[in-house]
Nanobody, 123 residues
Framework: VQLQAFGGGLVQTGGSLRLSCAASGRTFSLYGMGWFRRAPGKEREFVAAINSSGGTTRYADSVKGRFTISRDNAANTVYLQINSLKPEDTAVYYC?????????????????WGQGTLLTVSS
């Protein structure tokens, strides 16, 4: 499975953005998917995850209520809708595909990684 994340850019504080992650392969619907981010000078951290069917999600406490993860298995794509952007959301965002169908929040559960897309939030 190959993943390609896109949709990042420069956004003002309070704005919104949707990140997308396109997956290759016919088994996308079997994998749980996640989004992680790495802010400048910080470790990579979990952001959101969704199970294989799209029926269950989980979020990091820092993004609950502002971020929404979703997926379209017919289109082999997972999304991250980001609202009420804050400067501390500035990071490279990575999508990842898990080895199973669960909504994992640990990076070691993920087998496939995209190249990342940069989101910069200006204050």
């Amino acid at each position: 499975v190959q993943l390609q994340a896109f949709g990042g850019g420069l956004v003002q504080t309070g704005g919104s953005l949707r990140l997308s992650c396109a997956a290759s392969g016919r088994t996308f619907s079997l994998y749980g998917m996640g989004w992680f981010r790495r802010a400048p000078g910080k470790e990579r951290e979990f952001v959101a995850a969704i199970n294989s069917s799209g029926g269950t999600t989980r979020y990091a406490d820092s993004v609950k209520g502002r971020f929404t993860i979703s997926r379209d298995n017919a289109a082999n794509t997972v999304y991250l809708q980001i609202n009420s952007l804050k400067p501390e959301d500035t990071a490279v965002y990575y999508c990842a595909g898990a080895g199973g169908g669960y909504f994992y929040n640990k990076d070691y559960e993920y087998r496939y990684w995209g190249q990342g897309t940069l989101l910069t939030v200006s204050s």
